[in-house]
Nanobody, 123 residues
Framework: HVQLVESGGGSVQAGGSLRLSCKVS????????IGWFRQAPGSEREGVAA????????PYADSVKGRFTISQDNAKTTMYLQMDSLKPEDAAMYYC?????????????????WGQGTQVTVS
């Protein structure tokens, strides 16, 4: 079992920055990928970025490339999402999630474990 706890959300003006954190605990060795997702009201949950624990590969959604950066600490217990040049369309609830199964990193349905989310507001 894996537990994930997000933090770092808040309210910023367009062009500003936020850094989200995702504290991971439990049997992380069972997971191969940690992803960040977001969901705005009335919209589907979409993949933002991910980090593969096996080789460190970090895919991004096209909408955030060049603005967001995913990283992890050396112990692989905390994942970060640095968000720069924020736009109003980035406003959403942001979730981190862990998956064990193969499949596309941005497919929310194959993620086994989810955090409770942290709200990002951009005005």
């Amino acid at each position: 079992h894996v537990q994930l706890v997000e933090s770092g959300g808040g309210s910023v003006q367009a062009g500003g920055s936020l850094r989200l954190s995702c504290k991971v605990s439990g049997y992380i060795a069972s997971s191969n990928c940690i992803g960040w997702f977001r969901q705005a009201p009335g919209s589907e949950r979409e993949g933002v970025a991910a980090i593969y624990l096996t080789d460190g590969t970090t895919p991004y959604a096209d909408s955030v490339k060049g603005r967001f950066t995913i990283s992890q600490d050396n112990a692989k217990t905390t994942m970060y999402l640095q968000m720069d040049s924020l736009k109003p369309e980035d406003a959403a609830m942001y979730y981190c999630a862990a998956k064990q199964w193969p499949g596309s990193w941005d497919n929310a349905r194959i993620y086994n474990y989810w955090g409770q989310g942290t709200q990002v507001t951009v005005s």
